[in-house]
């Protein structure tokens, strides 16, 4: 190890090394992107543009039984100044839903909760986004319709300097930090009304 002694003086040819700290933030949106319907009818599908919150009625009649497939669009940007990975995702998924290893390729599952290393090797600049999907199912019946919340999360980044994400920590599944995104279904019955029209017909006799 080199030291330098300054006595009364300065010395102005050597560098130190020193560099500016800069802002590394990751933020993860989760959004629905299509919803897909299979009953006895057939098949529905849904298109949703970049829905935090994605409703949708079913027939009561057909509703046992029917099976829905939601697709969900994770979206990771580099709000900071500093390139960096999205090394791993977490899904804390629903207990409402199911998942299959057959629609999601890139995607594992240990206990409730399902991961994905896709982005792991793919740079994040500032300024950039990467994409990724999600698929998860859903039998209904009678008793399960209603509100189904969905949370994914940044489960481990990395940048080259060795930065932390300056408002969030990676994997701690707390809410109010912006590497964590929610996603919301609404499920209802379609209701029926039935209307009537009275049409009066008046005949006048001359």
Known sequence: MNILEIKDGNISDINLG???????????????????????????????DNETTAKFELDAKKLNGTNVIIEYKIVVTNNGEVAGYARKIADYMSTELKFSSELNKDWYQVGNTIYTTKLANEIINPGETKEITLTLTKVMNE??????????????????????????????NLNGENDMGMAEVIISIRTGAVVYTTIAIIIVAI
Do not use: F, R
């Open 18 to 48: 020193l560099i500016q700290l800069k802002n590394y933030d990751l933020k993860l949106d989760k959004y629905v992107s299509k919803i897909v319907i299979q009953d006895s009818n057939g098949t529905t599908v849904k298109e949703y």
């Open 143 to 172: 008793n399960n319709t209603g509100l189904i919340p969905n949370t994914a999360e940044i489960a481990e980044d990395y940048n080259e300097l060795g930065l932390l994400d300056s408002n969030s920590t990676p994997g701690n």
